[in-house]
């Protein structure tokens, strides 16, 4: 069988061929490596119903040439005791496990907050913050067979350092190669819905007392504007897996894309069953899920991860996650496909008709995994650490198991403290050419490049494969723009783009009543989102049962936003003009037109003297222009006159403030930089960073005040913390490394684009997905 039997489409040959491919081996050579001479199991990867995850599919069999690469795709890196050695050590252990193909997550919350004493020159700990770039440059300097080193950085939401933690990648710049999380408590959410205070803890001392409600407006503010950080429900990870009852599976930290909650040293070793393909009937009135063809599909695949577990337990990259995978047996059986078999059912994404499919299909995934492992345990015994007591008593199975279920564990007990979670999945899909994990599509069509050696580059209109498969299925033509038109609302209303966000959170809360360890989700939200609609999402992924959420806003700073496509005619516009810009257009609002304007003014230190700084806006919050004057002894008030007069034009001309806040912020003055080192405290880094700082303040002020309705609380704080002398000295030695790294890996502008074809990537699962050539940055 050649590979184009299997994958017709040419993005799926290449995605086949860059990332699974071992050296020149034939598609036949590489199914029978990869399903390890099993018939049956080549069979479910032929039907594509069954495929292990991408650390699987490219490195099983390697071993026999030679290769000791891991088959985990994620590891948890113990998070660091408070203290030196540790923190370094765990980026060794970083290191060694990105070199072997494996992400990492690990977390900060073991690390004495800022200012804390510490017994040595330093007298004061620069913080947990601060060891944050260390691990992104880490993930960024290693990586394996095309696939970026990834990681996970975690934090609670009581340490104090959680305000400046979740502020990391607000600059764009910092921290591109790694996710950042928060561990978000029950007793948080309710001091939210409440408005109580919130105590910010180290260690049994409380370091400060902050509005609970400031506090997540803060976190929803930062993903609305850049897409992270994400939230992490840990009291629900905790109390709702398998071994929620024992008191020696203590979880550390997530992986990087927060499917997997790990124990220390922890590993996943993953694969994903494909819904759409246990639809019989498609597309007519008469289709019905196959579940007993579903539930041989994943006994087989529980009997399969235990084989790879067995197989890849010589392969971890160091002895403490091979000990304990050999101790707890972890394995992650999920789903993809879920918004192409609701295509060819005619459901529309979260719809009851989509929740009653979940509950038949969870139920039964659960149960069937639960008994296969409990006959394997039977025949192999259990997984080491296994204690009846501890598993019998879990509300999970407790709450799942159906009575001939819990009698086998009774009698057998299980192979594995772990069974199901929902990966991204965002290669995997990209190359059956299905939906990701749970997710629904971002769109349903979208823009493709096609490039040439000898022509232009060309854009024309992809749908996603199973709209096409309808839309030929009931003979549905397109326009002469290459849109169909007359497509269901079963099919329409079920995009990310124009899906309600509470029926996401509803399916997502739905699908994790079935799932012992997590599912890796992001909910996709139109530009016009607010921060207080992120800031709902948040309390009621928490009050609803989830375990996690990413969210991403179309227009966030940290995306080129992947846009509907253009018409044909559009098309031909830009190849007949050649550039999508438009040069000496736009004429700004004069001052004259913006009426009355509301604003203040407020004082901040620099080098340069006293600078007096005013911002103002109009009645409907958006800022239009700012005023800037500084004291006798600073700077050329000319200069000032100029800089403020473009700030403010920019703002007239519908520029968007982050735009002029990212230019301003970060820009360093070396006057600054010596009074700063000399123990002078100032309120930014150069002139033009306080003002960036100050407009950045005022700007989430107005969107607080615009979004926060009924919650009347104070503005939240987005003015980053005062560089410090250590700050600045580790900002020096992290320039100085990566010019002589000299890799566009490290110095790109940390906008969500593709690195192979320079296309904007989509968010899907909380991992980011390039439509055009099928990158993944998850496998």
Sequence with gaps: ?????????????????????????????????????????????????????????????????????????????????????????????????????????????????????????????????????????????????????????????????????????????????????????????????????????????????????????????????????????????????????????????????????????????????????????????????????????????????????????????????????????????????????????????????????????????????????????????????????????????????????????????????????????????????????GEPYYDLSYDRLTESLYEEDKHYTVYTKVVEDYANFNHIEKDSNGIYQGLPEFITKSTAKNLDWHERINVQATLQKYVDSAISSTINLPEETTVREIYDIYVECGKAGCKGVTVFRDGCRRTGVLSTPKTKEDIEYLEDNEIDYKFDTITPISRHELGETYGSTIDKKTACGKMFITINHDKTNHIVESFISIGKAGMCQANLNAVNRLISICLRSGIKVEEVIHQLKGIRCDSCRTLITKGQKLDGISCPDVIGRVLEAKYAQLMAGVTTGRIQCKVPNVVAKMSTEETIKEMDEMDKIVKSIQTDEIIDDGRLECPDCHTPLRAQGGCPVCPNCGWSSCG
């Design 1 to 437: 069988m050649e590979i184009e039997s299997w994958l017709p489409a040419q993005m799926s040959q290449d995605i086949w061929q860059r990332k699974y491919e071992f050296e020149s081996e034939t598609f036949e050579e590489w199914l029978d490596r990869v399903s390890n001479h099993d018939a049956e199991m080549a069979h479910l990867i032929l039907n594509k119903q069954l495929i292990f995850a991408g650390r699987i599919l490219a490195n099983r069999g390697l071993r026999h040439y030679g290769k000791k690469i891991t088959y985990s795709n994620c590891y948890d890196i113990p998070s660091p005791e408070d203290n030196i050695e540790a923190i370094f050590d765990n980026l060794k252990y970083m290191a060694r496990t990105f070199s072997y193909g494996g992400g990492c997550g690990t977390g900060l919350y073991k690390l004495r907050p800022t200012g804390a004493p510490v017994n040595n020159a330093a007298k004061e700990s620069s913080g947990s913050v601060s060891f944050a770039p260390l691990i992104n440059l880490a993930t960024a300097i290693i990586s394996q067979k095309g696939r970026r080193g990834a990681a996970m950085i975690f934090q609670m939401v009581n340490h104090p350092d959680i305000e400046s933690f979740i502020k990391l990648k607000a600059d764009l710049i910092s921290l591109q190669k790694t996710n950042i999380s928060v561990g978000i408590f029950e007793d948080f959410i309710d001091a939210c819905i409440m408005d109580l205070d919130y105590p910010l803890v180290f260690e049994e001392k409380q370091y400060q007392v902050v509005k609970a409600r400031e506090l997540l407006l803060q976190i929803a503010f930062q993903a609305w504007d850049t897409g992270d950080p994400g939230a992490l429900y840990w009291d629900r990870i905790n109390n709702w897996n398998i071994v929620s009852e024992d008191a020696e599976y203590i979880i550390d930290a997530p992986n990087p894309c927060g499917e997997q909650p790990l124990i220390k040293w922890g590993a996943c070793a993953l694969a994903s069953t494909n819904l759409s393909a246990f639809i019989v009937n498609p597309f007519t009135q008469h289709a019905y899920f196959d579940i007993e063809e579903f539930n041989k599909v994943i006994r087989k695949a529980v009997v399969e991860m235990n084989k790879i577990l067995d197989e890849g337990m010589n392969l971890h990259p160091l002895p403490e996650q091979k000990q304990v995978s050999h101790d707890w047996r972890n394995i992650g059986i999920g789903i993809m496909g879920m918004a192409d078999a609701l295509v060819k059912l005619g459901y529309r994404y979260g719809s009851q008709e989509h929740i009653d499919l979940i509950n038949e299909f969870g139920s039964n995934m659960i149960n069937q995994a639960l008994q296969q492992s409990a006959l394997l345990a039977k025949e192999f015994g259990t997984y080491p650490k296994y204690k009846a007591d501890c598993v019998l008593a879990s509300p999970f199975i407790i709450e799942n198991a159906t009575p001939e279920t819990y009698a086998l564990i009774e009698k057998y007990g299980l192979r594995n403290c772990s069974l199901l979670t929902i990966a991204p999945t965002g290669t995997l899909s990209n190359l059956w050419e299905i939906s990701g994990g």
